[in-house]
């Protein structure tokens, strides 16, 4: 069954078990989790999923800061490739390596934007 505000659908439940992880880069909205969920997919997907989900709220600039959408794209440049790319090191290097390499890249990305974060901040 569809829902009518899509804060209700699961997947902003499952996003907003992520928010507090993110508040500390400024990415503490759900639809911004949201929209990383679904870059794991497609990293072009971020973008266009933000449009929709803040599409009726002023758009995306509604709640991200210059620095918080530099933490942002940051993030995302660095976090877990796509699904294609992660099931292409499964079948080269074997399931644990996929994961490994999945865990790191989303732990030096969230380190390296927080940095970003911590830094722009003292500028901004």
């Known amino acids: 069954q569809m829902v009518t505000d899509s804060s209700d659908s699961i997947m902003a439940l499952i996003a907003s078990l992520l928010v507090p992880v993110f508040r500390p880069l400024g990415l503490g909205d759900w639809r911004i989790c949201t929209s ?3 870059g ?15 599409a009726g709220v002023g758009g995306v600039t509604s709640s991200l800061t210059t620095l918080s959408a530099l933490t942002l794209l940051v993030f995302s440049l660095l976090y877990t490739p796509c699904v294609a790319a992660i099931a292409s090191i499964k ?24 940095l970003v974060s911590v830094i722009g901040g003292l500028f901004l």
Not at 40 to 54: D, G, Q, R, Y
């Open 36 to 38: 990383l969920i679904t």
């Open 40 to 54: 794991v997919v497609a990293k072009e997907s971020v973008v266009s999923t933000m449009e929709i989900l803040f």
């Open 91 to 114: 079948r080269e290097m074997g399931k644990r390596w996929a994961v490994s390499v999945v865990i790191w890249q989303c732990v030096l990305a969230w380190l390296v934007a927080f």
